[in-house]
């Protein structure tokens, strides 16, 4: 399956700090423009290939929540999950790639767009609120692997200070 939308950013730290940021569903929220976070559904408790979360998304005054199942987890590597309604109809894939640079890593955001119609035309603009998806999803990608790199850089910061004093 081919990604819908797929952007790039270089991210001068280390890799296992940025795997950590994007793996944690709870604490997405802090980067992105409409996922408000969410929680792991027992037995999990972090990510694992076929975990189970339950997410929100905001937009202004709507809400809305999800059921993720994490479909690929490769530590440092790639972190893959598909988003449903409550109903259990799937919306999404989202993934999320990590690759070892010379001054860090890089981390590739990818969207597929799944899910029929139906979905698409009625009810995701409905209950979102957002006619064009996967134009505003272009901007969210962009401003959560923004928010990422700048959120990871300067933790990498702070330790590598604390390392040399």
Known sequence: MEPSISRSVE??????????????????GRFSPE???GHWVPPAAG???GARFRGTNRNGDRE????????ACEPGRRFTFDVRTPFGVRVSRWSYELAP??????L?????RVGNWFIRRVMGPKVTGRADRPGFNTHSIEH????????AEQQDAVLRRGVTR
């Open 108 to 112: 590739t955001e990818h969207w597929y």
């Open 35 to 37: 996922n408000a976070g």
């Open 11 to 28: 991210i001068t730290a280390p890799v296992a700090a940025v795997w950590a940021l994007v793996t944690d569903l709870p604490g997405m």
């Open 64 to 71: 809305w929540r999800t059921r993720v199942r994490v479909v």
């Open 47 to 49: 990510p694992s290939a």
């Open 144 to 151: 959560t692997l923004r928010a990422v790199k700048q959120h």
């Open 101 to 106: 640079t010379a001054d860090g890593c890089l």
